[in-house]
């Protein structure tokens, strides 16, 4: 059964009867915590679950909804409260009730009960001891995307309980059909392997200021990809990454191709030259220095946020002069590290 709860007006009725519905319970401070926060922002919607008598009394979900749009959403429920996590049950409840009410920003959490619910379905799997098929793998190793929810800060401890009990290694090798010694899951196996193909994880690799000596996975990176000291990039091709790749420093990119596609972000703050550099054609966010110098640039057509997706905007001026400039502090920046 739901209930509703109008802003300050319902705030005694929401404290009486939520709050102390769960007096004595291991979690009463969250009720607090819900009350006051929620009531103060707009209307929130709790979910009752029968309790022994077969009484409307067990809070279960509560949504909470400003100005028209979702606010957030929380379980209620004393194991999972502290994650946000719902059970099949309550992910079909929720779900409903999500359509009814078609408030703004349902999309996002439209796409986060599907996650859920397949999650739910692996994670009942994990406790019956059954085996997980190759799209179930691919799905618990996030090698296509994050695995959504309604915890913004933390992953579903859930995930991190299941892979605790499996042979990572082993597992990645079935999704990627390649043999076992050409998974890294730890930075320090990418020097000791020539054949390394995918690294899980993100990945950190310093001290090196050019690409000549670089070495990264063959086709991928599950994870994001960090290169702080890196200056120079020149003749590079990046493998797939499914996050974000950071070049902070990076001042000089020259025939560089970034992945087709990036589901995170490109970070080139302090770029000063680009020459002939292919970005990916859809990506979150690609952040550049607005003074870099381009010359035959290939800029994303797609820029997405979240779940929403929109025409890229062209985030420099383009100069008449930008490829004898590029070229000349290019080749000036080469010849003063040849120099040293």
């Known amino acids: 059964m739901w209930e509703k709860y109008h802003t300050y007006e319902d705030s005694a009725r929401f404290f009486r009867e939520v709050q102390w519905q769960k007096k004595g319970s291991i979690f009463p401070e969250r009720y607090a915590t819900i009350k006051y926060r929620s009531l103060d922002e707009g209307d929130i919607y709790v979910y009752y679950d029968e309790d022994v008598n077969r009484r409307y009394t067990v809070p279960r979900i509560v949504i909470s909804a400003k100005n028209g749009a979702i606010n957030y959403i929380k379980s209620l429920d004393e194991p999972f409260m502290d994650y946000r996590y719902f059970d099949r049950e309550m992910i ?26 397949v999650l739910t379905n692996i994670y009942e799997k994990y406790k019956t001891n059954e085996e997980l098929n190759l799209e179930e793998l691919t799905f618990l190793y996030e090698v296509n995307g994050k695995i959504r929810g309604f915890n913004t800060r933390n992953s579903d401890e859930r995930i991190n309980e299941i892979l605790c009990k499996r042979d990572k290694r082993s597992d990645l090798a079935t999704i990627f059909n390649c043999q076992k010694d050409e998974i890294s899951i730890g930075s320090d196996e990418l020097y000791n392997n020539d054949h390394i193909l995918y690294h899980y994880g993100n990945l950190c690799i310093t001290g090196i200021t050019d690409t000549d000596n670089i070495k990264l996975p063959k086709k991928g990176i599950i994870g994001s990809l960090y290169l702080p000291s890196l200056l120079l990039v020149e003749n590079f091709q990046f493998p797939q990454v499914r996050d974000n790749i950071y070049l902070n420093r990076a001042t000089y990119l020259k025939n560089v191709t970034f992945p087709n596609e990036l589901r995170g972000s490109i970070v080139l703050v302090n770029a000063k030259g680009l020459n002939k550099v292919v970005f990916p054609n859809r990506l979150a966010s690609l952040c550049l220095n607005k003074e870099v110098i381009m010359n035959d640039v290939v800029l994303p057509e797609v820029i997405t946020n979240d779940l929403v997706a929109k025409k890229a905007q062209e985030p420099i001026t383009k100069q008449d002069d930008a490829p004898q400039k590029v070229l000349s502090i290019f080749d000036r920046f080469k010849q003063n590290k040849n120099a040293k």
Request: charged share 40%.
């Open 92 to 117: 079909d409840v929720l779900k409903n009730k999500l359509e009814e009410l078609n408030l703004d920003g349902r999309e996002n959490y439209d796409f986060a009960l599907l996650d859920m619910y």
